[in-house]
T-cell receptor, first 112, second 113 residues
Framework: NAGVTQTPKFRVLKTGQSMTLLCAQD?????MYWYRQDPGMGLRLIHY???????AKGEVPDGYNVSRLKKQNFLLGLESAAPSQTSVYFC???????????FGEGSWLTVV | AQSVTQLGSHVSVSEGALVLLRCNYS??????LFWYVQYPNQGLQLLLK??????LVKGINGFEAEFKKSETSFHLTKPSAHMSDAAEYFC???????????FGSGTRLQVQP
């Protein structure tokens, strides 16, 4: 049982480059989330999705785009990476009938 | 909007000592409250959650937390720390009607031998 899988795990980008982080979950969860984690700031919600084909902005959405074309996948895109986007990114998912959110193991992104 | 404050970014205890990690929330309506643990280079794992059923909530690994409405607190405790408890702990809140969580800034627990 893989749970929530994020790829890639590590990436170094140059300023202005673009990239996509892929999140896949095999638990048939309706809800999916992207968070970023920065020292001393906990986790902050970037975007989330309440179902296939839907997305919504979270607390810190600027500079990111997302897509949920398939229920099991939630993609996070950076169109033009900036050093301020250096962070650890966590994807998570949850079913509609419980409060438990399941997290992936994180993706470490460095923008130089 | 809901917010969560965790007092103390670092807490150090001796093995066998009481663990107390503090969390206060801001809300006039009792929210849903959670504690998550993050071990190095891993994702977050749910320790326990309060959803208004009982004020004292027991979680995994011997942790428990007590919801105190009068103090707007949800502190995490464990009677006797173990070396394996060394990790970062996050308090989180979920507003009624919303799915996403708002996290505190985290408390790193160090356990000394």
């Amino acid at each position: 049982n893989a749970g929530v899988t994020q790829t890639p795990k590590f990436r170094v980008l140059k300023t202005g480059q673009s990239m996509t982080l892929l999140c896949a979950q095999d638990m048939n969860h309706e809800y999916m989330y992207w968070y970023r984690q920065d020292p001393g700031m906990g986790l902050r919600l970037i975007h989330y999705s309440v179902g296939e084909g839907t997305t919504a902005k979270g607390e810190v959405p600027d500079g990111y785009n997302v897509s949920r074309l398939k229920k099991q996948n939630f993609l996070l895109g950076l169109e033009s990476a900036a050093p301020s986007q250096t962070s650890v990114y966590f994807c998570a998912s949850s079913p509609p009938d419980t409060d438990t959110i399941y997290f992936g193991e994180g993706s470490w992104l460095t923008v130089v | 909007a809901q917010s969560v404050t965790q007092l103390g970014s670092h807490v150090s205890v001796s093995e066998g000592a009481l663990v107390l990690l503090r969390c206060n929330y801001s809300s006039s309506v009792p929210p849903y409250l959670f504690w998550y643990v993050q071990y190095p280079n891993q994702g977050l794992q749910l320790l326990l959650k309060y959803t208004s059923a009982a004020t004292l909530v027991k979680g995994i690994n011997g942790f428990e937390a007590e919801f105190k409405k009068s103090e707007t607190s949800f502190h995490l405790t464990k009677p006797s720390a173990h070396m394996s408890d060394a990790a970062e702990y996050f308090c989180a809140v979920r507003e009624a009607g919303r799915r996403a969580l708002t996290f505190g800034s985290g408390t790193r627990l160090q356990v000394q031998p």
